[in-house]
């Protein structure tokens, strides 16, 4: 997807930390990532625009939102991830000129006033870093909670690694944190009513301006100043004192942490305070601002000295929760949310069977289509410009790949794997260079399931044996799938038998194809739980369904929803299915 990061600052923030962060492991994923601030500090890949969002008066807000739409027409833009008010105010007007689906990171406490409530111009979906932000967005603003997802501080937990307690003389107390705004008034507060330059070596790290307000304490305080080692300055400290990303990579690196931050103090974190210290951004964000007994602080000083390290499950917690890969999984998922549901348009996945060369191939069900009409098909597609996407191509959760901007995708899967896919079917795919995801039947030499319908018996057509289907697949144009032995009724047997038919068969197609397989087909449409269940235990990374699942391709990966050609379906019907929101206008939310 092409994203644009959208912030306002003037200084080294958090947020700045988190849009980059996020933003080159999103890039590295694939995406094309542009970025839109008064400044930008930290390392990142990809454009940076510089924008003064700081400006705030109305024709500068004129000029904030016709820029932000020309870089959106400009670098076709699919979506806006916004990162502070100022940007969010402007962005969320530019995009609802533009039609452009946006997501805002809420890093802080909102200001409470009338305008606010009635324009929280946060997009289509607002990220609160912590539940406090979320009650505080629901309570003080009425945010519904519907519209919200708490989406943590992505980190790269793997550059923090636990190190041994350093062996310094004197105990080094390092505070991270800015020197201006509320953090610089509760620096300030620390070293002056706190912490005792006699007995500590206390060393403050910060990339902000120096304030006039911290001369008094030069002769007995290290200002550190900006580093970009991060981890090496934290393993010299006996005790870290800070908020937010903070105290996060601090206790990845085992160290005892003071988590103190705009809002409370939570204290020295572990397993007891660690939901806690999560829901408010390690003290950043509470109810109300600055709520701390500073009386309090000494003590708690002198407890997060008397340990060595953290302890390993108060590291290990954070690591379960803020990993950068995982939390931009989550985004991800979020961007796939918010594009597909606001422009009502998903890659449409559809259905084929069998092909026919002329009218004695006709059946009693429709699941045939005639080959000149399957042509047709495929030459409105190509007309249309799309590109044909295999479930191998969307490996490992790539769901997003199909959203890629200035493509257009769709998928056609044929179920059974009837001899006319070979014959008929492959060389129409071949002609237009399409590929397609076929779902192969191994314990039938036909199809018996609807030959020996007692209410409503089909004619037999013969399915590929294992040559037929080696042959399928090593064109280039063809996935195989499993579709199980017999083709039954899944939700109608028990679980041994539906684990037989599903694992069975995918062994027999694996042995035939010498890979393993990534997609299965439930058999008419029909299963339950246990049919999800047992496919995804099988080593399935996808399952198709037929008219039953979300509207949203990514929602659930084990019950995709696919779109059904019939005999009647000519080029006009295919058009209607293909547009993107067929789905949306057909199925009721």
């Not at 194809?513 to 996808?542: C, M, R, V, W």
Request: hydrophobic share 35%; charged share 25%.
């Amino acid at each position: 997807m092409n994203i644009l990061m959208a912030l306002s600052q003037l200084e080294v923030t958090g947020a700045e930390v988190y849009a980059t962060t996020v933003g080159n492991e999103l890039t590295a994923r694939g995406h094309n990532v542009f970025y839109v601030s008064d400044t930008l500090t930290k390392p990142h890949d990809g454009p940076f625009f510089s924008l003064r969002f700081n400006k705030r008066s109305v024709p500068r807000r004129f000029w904030h939102v016709g820029y932000l739409i020309y870089l959106i027409k400009k670098h076709n833009i699919q979506l806006v991830h916004a990162h502070s008010r100022a940007s969010s105010w402007s962005c969320h007007v530019a995009c609802k000129l533009t039609g452009t689906p946006m997501v805002t990171t809420v890093h802080g406490r909102q200001p409470v006033h009338a305008s606010r409530k009635k324009f929280h111009a946060m997009g289509d979906k607002a990220l609160p870093v912590c539940e406090a932000i979320r009650d505080q967005l629901h309570n003080d603003l009425a945010v519904p909670l519907e519209q919200m997802e708490v989406s943590r501080n992505g980190i790269e937990t793997d550059n923090f690694k636990w190190v041994e307690a350093p062996n310094n003389i004197k105990p080094v107390i390092t505070i991270v944190g800015r020197l201006t705004g509320p953090k610089g008034d509760l620096c300030y507060r620390l070293l002056d009513e706190c912490l005792d330059a006699d007995k500590y070596d206390i060393r403050v790290v910060t990339g902000s301006k120096f304030e006039t307000r911290f001369d008094k304490f030069t002769s007995t305080v290290n200002f550190v100043g900006y580093t970009n080692d991060v981890p090496t300055m934290l393993s010299e400290a006996d005790l870290v004192i800070g908020a937010g990303r903070v105290a996060m990579e601090s206790l990845l690196c085992g160290r005892p942490t003071l988590a103190v931050g705009e809002a409370k103090c939570v204290g020295i974190v572990n397993e007891e305070n660690i939901t806690e210290a999560m829901a408010t951004n390690f003290g950043d964000i509470g109810p109300k601002d600055l709520d701390i007994d500073f009386n309090s602080i000494p003590a708690l000083v002198e407890q997060g000295l008397a340990s060595a390290h953290c302890s390993s499950t108060t590291s290990d917690t954070i690591r379960e929760h803020y990993t950068l890969s995982t939390i931009v999984d989550q985004i991800e998922d979020i961007y796939q949310d918010v594009y597909v549901t606001k422009l009502r348009r998903e890659m449409p996945v559809i259905m084929y069977h069998r092909f026919i060369s002329d009218d004695s191939g006709k059946g009693v069900h429709g699941t045939y289509l005639h080959i000149n009409m399957f042509d047709k098909h495929m030459a409105l597609l190509n007309k249309m410009g799309f590109e044909t996407l295999t479930f191998e191509d969307l490996q490992d959760g790539r769901l997003i790949r199909r959203l890629e901007a200035g493509k257009r995708y769709i998928m056609l899967t044929v179920d059974d794997g009837y001899v006319d896919n070979l014959e008929l079917m492959l060389p129409v795919l071949q002609k237009y260079d399409f590929k397609a995801v076929v779902y192969v039947v191994t314990g039938e030499t036909f199809n018996r399931w609807d030959v020996e319908n007692p209410s409503n018996p089909e004619k037999s057509v013969p399915l590929m044996n294992a040559e037929q289907v080696q042959q399928l697949a090593q064109s280039g144009n063809i996935e195989i799938g499993g579709h199980t032995l017999t083709h039954p009724k899944l939700d109608t047997l028990t679980d041994e038998q539906q684990r037989y038919e599903i694992v069975e068969n995918k062994k027999t197609l694996e042995q035939i194809l010498g890979k393993p397989l990534t997609s299965f087909a439930y058999p008419f449409g029909e299963h339950n739980q246990a049919s999800k269940d047992i496919a995804q235990d099988a080593g399935y990374q996808y399952a198709v369904a037929t008219n039953s699942g979300p509207l949203l391709f990514h929602k659930d990966p084990y019950q995709i929803r696919r779109i059904a050609i019939f005999p009647k379906t000519d080029v006009f019907g295919l058009w209607r299915k293909i547009r993107g929101n067929y789905l949306f206008r057909k199925v009721k939310n």
